[in-house]
């Protein structure tokens, strides 16, 4: 089993910067791939970016791209997303995603993940 939590939104002003912490706990060692994804009211979820384990390598949709960075702890135990330059836009609800290995283009599909978190939100003010 594996769990995850995610941690770090809030309120945000137009410009500013936050940072998310997803932490795992369980059979973190069968999680190849984690990711966050961010759905608004209405709206289909959304990747934001994605983090292997085997590689280290890192996707962006191209929403994010230049503004936010993933990245995870050596026990991949923890993924962090750094948001910056927010923007109204960007007010969702941010998920924490987990699955094995998967290929590169299946990584920004939501239908790719086996877990996921709660949520946390950020609201990012004009």
């Known amino acids: 089993q594996l769990q995850l939590v995610e941690s770090g939104g809030g309120f945000v002003q137009a410009g500013g910067s936050a940072r998310l912490s997803c932490t795992a706990s369980g059979r973190t060692f069968t999680s190849d791939t984690m990711a966050w994804f961010r759905q608004a009211p209405g709206k289909e979820r959304e990747f934001v970016a994605g983090?292997?384990?085997?590689?280290?390598?890192?996707y962006y949709g191209d929403s994010v791209k230049g503004r936010f960075t993933i990245s995870r702890n050596s026990a991949n135990t923890i993924v962090y997303l750094q948001m910056n330059s927010l923007q109204a836009e960007d007010t969702a609800i941010y998920y924490c995603?987990?699955?094995?290995?998967?290929?590169?283009?299946?990584?920004?599909?939501?239908?790719?993940?086996?877990?996921w978190g709660q949520g946390t939100q950020v609201t990012v003010s004009l």
């Open positions: 983090i292997t384990w085997i590689g280290n390598l890192s």
């Open positions: 995603g987990a699955t094995g290995y998967i290929s590169k283009e299946a990584i920004s599909r939501s239908m790719a993940y086996d877990n």
